[in-house]
């Protein structure tokens, strides 16, 4: 018999009339010949409230207790939905991440899936239940409750869909799909009919908060199309999947991350080893860094900046102390006051002037651009959150992601086109659950490097420098803005050798007339990507990178990351030997 998923977010069982509705829902899917699973969130906004409640008591509440506090919120509503398909005669059991035997680490507020048991969910299936599972939460091995991170009941629904091999995993809520952008932000926004898992994973870290990133990460890792639809209509919503049908579209979304904090240590000794002192201390923290940049080193000495959660800055800032005295690094500062705007899509990497689109938006409203970086699908840029709105509103219209597709089709029949992995390979990752995944390591040693040095730091350059590489044809591929100082900043560019000379002579004629120093430039650079599912929320990736390269005394020219992906640049001549360490660091997670 099939089985399918149905996750209900918390507005979709905000008071009693709604959680009889989503009972019904259950209740029609299993007449309809399935086997049915719901998994349930806090009703409304109770888990905000549980928060605010423990913030009135203290500022910093252990995070053990947290989760036993959060865990509520689930526990009411799985209990209530149970008793609401129990009144409609139909048969109903609901159980708890630790009845389920959902097994999670140690970490409280941000614990990872490891394992998951299905022996009590199929017996209980099998006897004619509709199975109620109280989202967002595990137990770890000393029986602790855990809880898996804001938003987490979609990894919990799409985690037990991967487990139980479901044919369908449906993510109800209070928007009709996935759209171009936050509906509530941008009201033009429209809706997608289909996405890609690694699309989705970009727009879900870039602030897309319609499902939990780590979701994705499951979807992806075990092939689960899921469908994310409305819980107050019947309308077809968004199909998230392996391969979509490509609309010839090179940006699917736009995303915005409002809290965000800069960080930018100065003075870092260039040497191996360096970069990786200092997100060693961080990742030890558990916290994620996001945009990462390294400034060209100046008289042995380069700047790093990246940004997190604004909420992880206290404890950030404590481990970068640590990493200041123990490096003689010169110091750091911090903004907390920044937001992150992002453009996500499979077709960006082909087509040249997506960056300069981007960038021309944002200079016509007049938007600084703090810090740029850019993965395969995606082009983020940092600037002051009091412009972030009209930030994300002005992208998604330079890209007029409010008009229909080409195809002029809004929605699909519903029917996902995805690959199957045999079932051997999906067995192998079955074992891994949460755990990292490394699926490729590339070296691609036919680009360049240009370097616009200490460009000022004025709304509407960078827009300028890429639409003339555009206009000259040149695909760039990765871009680099680190944070300057004395409000300078540098630009980094590659793009294949063949276009290095045109380029450096759009570098050379801008700095001219700006009044710049001259660009520097290496003629052949080593990019090497390493490719997988949970680079960013596993924190130590970047880390073990650095790493394996500093072991090797090999320096690192560029980083960027993203959620599939983390890129260095480095000398041509060191690409051979560095592709080689990095095999070897990560030969663990590789399948
Ligand atoms: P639930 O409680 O059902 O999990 P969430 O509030 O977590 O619901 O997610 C749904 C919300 O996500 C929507 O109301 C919408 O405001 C927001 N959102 C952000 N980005 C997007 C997007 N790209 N598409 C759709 N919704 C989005
Ligand atoms: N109730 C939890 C939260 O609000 C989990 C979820 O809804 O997904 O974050
Ligand atoms: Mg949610």
Same mark, same amino acid.
């Given at each position: 018999?099939? &089985?399918?998923?149905?996750?209900?977010?918390?507005?979709?069982?905000?008071?009693?009339?709604? &959680?009889?509705?989503?009972?019904?829902?259950?209740?029609?899917?299993?007449?309809?010949?399935?086997?049915?699973?719901?998994?349930?969130?806090?009703?409304?906004?109770?888990?905000?409230?549980? @928060?605010?409640? %423990?913030?009135? @008591? =203290?500022?910093?509440?252990p995070a053990r207790e947290m989760d036993m506090l959060l865990s509520t919120g689930e526990q009411v509503s799985v209990a209530l939905m149970a008793m609401a398909i129990h009144s409609l005669g139909h048969k109903a059991i609901s159980l708890t991440g630790a009845q389920i035997g959902i097994m999670t680490d140690s970490i409280h507020t941000k614990a990872r899936i490891r394992s998951i048991s299905t022996e009590r969910l199929r017996e209980a299936l099998d006897e004619g239940n509709i199975v109620i599972a109280a989202g967002f939460q595990g137990i770890d091995e000393a029986n602790n409750i855990t809880t898996l991170g804001r938003g987490g009941s979609d990894t919990t629904a799409v985690a037990l869909a991967a487990a139980l091999h479901a044919d369908a995993c449906e993510i109800y809520t209070d928007v009709d799909g996935v759209y171009t952008t936050d509906p509530r932000i941008v009201p033009e926004a429209r809706q997608t009919r289909q996405i890609s898992y690694d699309e989705m994973l970009e727009l879900a870290t870039a602030g897309a908060g319609v499902m939990h990133n780590r979701s994705i990460e499951f979807a992806k890792k075990f092939n689960v199309p899921v469908h994310v639809r409305s819980s107050f209509s019947d309308n077809p919503g968004t199909m998230i999947v392996r391969?979509?049908?490509?609309?010839?579209?090179?940006v699917c979304g736009a995303a915005m991350a409002k809290n965000e904090a800069l960080v930018t240590v100065l003075g870092v000794p260039d040497r191996p080893g360096a970069a990786l002192h200092l997100f060693s201390k961080v990742a030890d923290k558990n916290i994620a860094m996001d945009m990462i940049v390294q400034n060209e080193g100046a008289e042995g000495h380069a700047d790093i900046s990246f940004t997190v959660f604004?909420?992880?800055?206290? %404890? =950030?800032?404590?481990?970068?102390?640590?990493?200041?005295? $123990?490096?003689?690094? $010169?110091?750091?500062?911090?903004?907390?006051?920044?937001?992150? @705007?992002?453009?996500?899509?499979?077709?960006?990497?082909?087509?040249?002037? !997506?960056?300069?689109?981007?960038?021309?938006?944002?200079? $016509?409203?007049?938007?600084? @651009?703090?810090? !740029?970086?850019?993965? $395969?699908?995606?082009i983020s840029v940092l600037v002051a959150r009091e412009f972030a709105q009209e930030a994300l509103r002005a992208v998604h219209e330079a890209f007029e992601l409010q008009s229909p597709p080409p195809d002029g089709k809004l929605h699909g029949d519903g029917s996902p086109r995805h690959a199957t992995p045999s079932e051997a390979k999906l067995l192998a990752r079955l074992q891994r659950m949460e755990k990292l995944i490394i699926e490729q390591i590339d070296l691609d040693e036919t680009q360049s490097r240009v370097t616009f040095v200490s460009l000022p730091d004025i709304p509407g350059l960078a827009a300028q420098t890429f639409d003339?590489?555009?206009? %000259?044809?040149?695909?760039?591929?990765?871009?680099?803005?680190?944070?300057? #100082?004395?409000? #300078?900043?540098?630009i980094s560019v590659t793009m294949p050798q063949k276009d290095l000379e045109n380029a450096i002579r759009i570098a050379g004629q801008q700095a001219e007339s700006l009044g710049c120093p001259p660009p520097?430039?290496?003629?052949?650079?080593?990019?090497?990507?390493?490719?997988?599912?949970?680079?960013?929320?596993?924190?130590?990736?970047?880390a073990r990178m650095f790493q394996s390269l500093a072991k090797e005394g090999i320096n690192v020219e560029l980083i960027n990351t993203s959620e599939v992906r983390v890129n260095v640049v480095l000398d041509g001549r060191d690409g051979k030997k560095a592709l080689a360490a990095m095999k070897k660091e990560f030969a663990d997670a590789m399948v």
């Open positions: 018999m099939s &089985i399918i998923v149905q996750k209900f977010g918390g507005t979709s069982v905000a008071d009693s009339k709604k &959680i009889l509705a989503a009972a019904r829902k259950a209740i029609r899917a299993q007449k309809e010949g399935n086997q049915v699973v719901m998994v349930v969130s806090a009703m409304g906004k109770n888990t905000d409230a549980l @928060i605010d409640l %423990a913030k009135q @008591i =203290t500022d910093e509440p391969d979509p049908e490509a609309p010839d579209m090179p604004r909420d992880d800055l206290p %404890a =950030t800032l404590r481990a970068v102390d640590d990493a200041v005295k $123990e490096l003689g690094a $010169e110091g750091y500062t911090c903004d907390e006051n920044v937001s992150k @705007i992002s453009v996500v899509g499979l077709g960006m990497a082909t087509q040249p002037g !997506i960056a300069g689109t981007m960038f021309r938006a944002l200079a $016509e409203k007049g938007i600084n @651009i703090q810090m !740029i970086t850019t993965s $395969e699908i995606k003339e590489l555009a206009e %000259a044809g040149i695909v760039v591929d990765m871009i680099v803005q680190s944070v300057g #100082r004395g409000n #300078r900043a540098n520097t430039h290496c003629p052949k650079v080593a990019k090497l990507s390493v490719f997988g599912v949970g680079m960013r929320s596993h924190t130590g990736v970047a």
